[in-house]
T-cell receptor
């Protein structure tokens, strides 16, 4: 079955630590995205990548970093510079049209 | 600057009745609009979309209406079913922009009561 796999589903981080969220897709999509969901604020774009070895900042990129070394993988690192990292993180990929496929998300909690 | 707005955080309807979810946008360059449905702790799933060259698109119980002059779209669900209870996100895309990124509204929690 083609789809997007995000892991882990739940993640706890101590303040001051970096943490990496995994996103893998087997849909052969070129474009991939990271969104963050906070209550009452919808989904906000963190980073996106249209092709391997290339990525662009979204609306709230500060405190985050990404890499796109393989077409299938688009990991997101939440650094200690992110002031309020507790949120639900969603990864998505897009087909050549407008079709977005989302992963099931990772809930990150800072303890 | 919230370019896509869903002004109703929640909506409650009776089973069998019509649910109407609304969405407004400010960016006149948006030319493709989508609705997503989301359950808690899951990723959004695509529901229905509409291109700016149309004013209506229908798929089973779901119909999306687009009023370009008012920069307004709405999602009608009829008849509503308890399984429709979820958060509904409106999203818009600007053709030709890098990566065809989607801009989302804040979401509306729909509750369908049996």
């Amino acid at each position: 079955d083609g789809g997007i796999t995000q892991s882990p589903k739940y993640l706890f981080r101590k303040e001051g630590q970096n943490v990496t969220l995994s996103c893998e897709q087997n849909l052969n999509h070129d474009a991939m995205y990271w969104y963050r969901q906070d209550p009452g604020q919808g989904l906000r774009l963190i980073y996106y990548s249209q092709i391997v070895n290339d990525f662009q900042k979204g609306d709230i990129a500060e405190g985050y970093s990404v890499s796109r070394e393989k077409k299938e993988s688009f990991p997101l690192t939440v650094t200690s510079a992110q002031k309020n990292p507790t949120a639900f993180y969603l990864c998505a990929s897009r087909d050549p049209g407008y079709g977005y496929t989302f992963g099931s998300g990772t809930r990150l909690t800072v303890v | 600057d919230q370019q896509v707005k869903q002004n109703s955080p929640s909506l409650s309807v009776q089973e069998g009745r019509i649910s109407i979810l609304n969405c407004d946008y400010t960016n006149s360059m948006f030319d493709y609009f989508l609705w997503y449905k989301k359950y808690p702790a899951e990723g959004p799933t695509f529901l229905i979309s509409i291109s700016s060259i149309k004013d209506k698109n229908e798929d089973g119980r779901f119909t999306v209406f687009l009023n370009k002059s008012a920069k307004h779209l709405s999602l009608h669900i009829v008849p509503s079913q308890p399984g429709d209870s979820a958060v509904y996100f409106c999203a818009a895309s600007e053709k030709g922009t890098s990566g065809s990124r989607l801009t989302f509204g804040e979401g509306t929690q729909l509750t369908v009561n049996p």
